[in-house]
């Protein structure tokens, strides 16, 4: 469900934090009459490969990348996936450099 809900009244712009159903949050306030669109950027850090073509998009916000669920893009293949935790504290078999 939704953890907080803030609204700021001057842009009227309603954010919701949580995990909650976009869907059903955009269906609630286009009842108001009021427009609506989903904020289509996610963290910089969610995504596997930020620079990919159909991610990056200049007219985003400093540390957000456009969100996709393109499979290619939005996830690590396995070889990745063993590359990043090779380095990993979480590892105990990990390559450590000092």
Known sequence: ???????DWKQQKATVYGFVDARKVLRAAQATGKKVEPWPYVPYELMAHPYAAGVYDKKAPPNFVRGTDE?????LNPV??????????????ACSIM
Do not use: I, Q, R, W
């Open 1 to 7: 469900g939704a953890k907080s809900v803030d609204v």
């Open 71 to 75: 499979p290619g893009v939005a996830t």
């Open 80 to 93: 990745e996936e063993k590359y990043s935790l090779m380095f990993s504290d979480d590892n105990p078999h």
